[in-house]
């Protein structure tokens, strides 16, 4: 990295004008929450956070997305292969397809979801005569949740699977191997760092994920409220230092997913 | 292509090269189908459910059309914001070195590791007391999602480009401005522009960290996603389905056109 020469200032003050920008932004208001957390002390935090609403969306957010990211994880390696070894037609439409939960208002995705399994919607009466119950229930979070997930692994997998080639894959199968065999000895150990970083991804977006599943748990303490949904309430009802205990509970989780993304990244480039 | 694989004295392609075969195919799209277009179907049927003129009803009430102006105008302003300083913070993350850069660089995907619910407290907590509830907190809010999006492609194409034609520049006599206009800029108009695009799209469709910060006030800080919830709180189902295709169209059309941008820009490069 070649360093231009003079115009020092000129590079202090954009490291300046960056590092001030992260530091507003980032860097000081969440660590204002993290003071304002603990200022009322350590025990009332602890107790904040094991209230039994508090422990029951805790341990519903992590099911929801024990559900949801495997099941991501596994359609979005085949959905990978689909798009990047396949020869099928309208792979730019599926691509765009893949791209749509990205673009899309949390908002409009948890309303498209009650008009095809809600009451009035288009599965409504199927599902209420044979007595199942999709939305405001625990399926229709995992339901928003796979889909706001969803582009994750094939993003990141794809481009490995475009870069690696298909040459290995094809040896093996001259050799004998079934395609099976091919995917597991020769395909997944060459994606597996960009399975990895997606499934992190994934899992952040999963327990942060707020709108959509906002609109289709209907938010019943202790049944169907996520940790985020819990925050949401808290604040509502003017508990505050219950919001932030709960807020600084989710800031960690996402710290300990960015520690953990830095490392994949590391390794990945190592690979 | 498949005349020339077939001259060539190497193994013949299986049915779909490697493990893609009818199989797989058949199952991506079904999966793709019944999560995403099946629900998108459904929405795009309710909001025409009463016929075109009730979508237009709903979709150009006057306060539908004053969040989506606000939402585009704000969406507009924190891309640009983005777009400059995504671009300096990816260069001084490229090009300069400092203690403790590599934590720094750590921080930038933190907006999306964070649920949005909380950096909306967040802000909330610290600059509450001076914004909360203006559009200054929607803006703050929106530039703190966005943060990673312009970073995260401009830096991959600094670190990328060779420094010699900058060199060269310099020994030419060019100014440190002259030779970022003229050199650098060119070559990473393409990754700021996708950049910027996805933090648009992000921003229009935001909900979570603007819902608690805005205050919601109708013609002053009402987003069109929060909009579209409190149709849907007030049991407007019709409406808040009209105002979602019309951010779903949105959505669709920046997408299009970033995809549309960098055929264009790969096809030339």
């Known amino acids: 990295m070649a360093e231009a020469r003079g115009g020092g200032f000129g590079r202090i003050g954009l490291r300046v004008a960056a590092l001030a920008y992260l530091a507003a932004l980032l860097i000081v208001p969440v660590g204002v929450i993290a003071y304002k957390t603990f200022a009322p002390g350590l025990g009332h935090v602890i107790e904040s956070v094991t209230t039994p609403a508090a422990i029951h969306a805790f341990w519903l957010t992590i099911e929801v997305t024990a559900i949801a990211v495997p099941l991501n994880a596994a359609l979005g390696v085949l959905t990978a292969v689909a798009l990047v070894r396949g020869r099928l037609p309208g792979k730019r439409v599926i691509e765009a397809v893949i791209d749509l939960p990205f673009a899309i208002s949390p908002v409009v995705i948890g309303l498209a979801l009650l008009l095809v399994y809600g009451r009035e919607g288009w599965f409504g009466d199927t599902l209420a005569s044979a007595g199942v119950q999709i939305l405001f229930s625990f399926p229709g979070i995992v339901l928003a949740t796979v889909f706001v997930t969803l582009p994750f692994v094939v993003r990141e997998v794809a481009p490995v699977l475009r870069e690696v080639g298909d040459e290995q894959e094809q040896a093996a199968a001259t050799l004998g191997a079934s395609r099976l065999q091919a995917f597991r000895l020769i395909t997944l150990p060459s994606i597996r760092w960009g399975l990895v970083y997606g499934v992190v991804l994934s899992v952040a977006r999963a327990i942060g994920e707020f709108g959509a599943v906002s609109v289709v748990s209907g938010k019943v303490a202790g049944e169907t409220e996520t940790l985020t949904l819990l925050v949401e309430k808290r604040f509502n009802n003017f508990d505050l230092s219950g919001a932030y205990a709960a807020s600084t509970l989710l800031a960690l989780i996402a710290l300990l997913t960015l520690g953990f993304m830095v490392l994949v990244n590391r390794r990945r480039e190592l690979a | ?269």
Request: hydrophobic residues 55%; glycine residues 8%.
């Open chain 2, 1 to 269: 292509m498949s005349a020339l694989g077939a001259s060539l004295p190497r193994p013949r392609r299986r049915s779909a090269t490697g493990g893609a075969g009818g199989l797989t195919i058949g199952v991506t799209t079904l999966w793709l189908s019944l999560i995403v277009l099946l629900p998108m179907a459904a929405l795009v049927d309710r909001s025409l459910q009463d016929g075109l003129g009730t979508f237009w009803h709903a979709a150009s009430s006057r306060q539908a059309v004053s969040a989506l102006r606000f939402t585009v105008l704000i969406s507009l302003a924190v891309t640009a914001v983005n777009a400059v300083m995504g671009t300096v913070i990816a260069w001084v993350l490229a090009r300069d070195s400092f203690r403790g850069k590599r934590l720094v660089n750590g921080l930038i995907d933190l907006p999306f590791a964070l649920p949005t619910i909380v950096a909306g407290l967040v802000l909330l907590a610290l600059y509450g007391n001076a914004i909360a509830y203006t559009k200054w907190a929607v803006l703050l809010a929106l530039l703190f999602v966005t943060l990673p999006f312009v970073v995260r492609a401009v830096q991959p194409v600094l670190i990328e480009l060779d420094t010699e034609m900058e060199q060269a520049a310099y020994s030419l006599g060019a100014s440190k401005a002259t030779t970022f206009r003229r050199i650098v800029l060119p070559n990473l108009v393409p990754a700021i522009v996708s950049g910027a695009a996805l933090a648009f799209a992000r921003a229009v469709g935001e909900f979570g960290s603007v819902t608690l910060i805005s205050g919601n006030k109708p013609f002053d800080t009402q987003v069109s996603s929060v909009y579209a919830y409190k149709q849907l709180e007030s049991d407007n189902v019709t409406g808040a389905a009209a105002v979602s295709v019309v951010l779903l169209v949105v959505s669709l059309l920046v997408l299009m056109g970033l995809r549309l941008f960098e055929s264009r820009v790969g096809r030339r490069g």
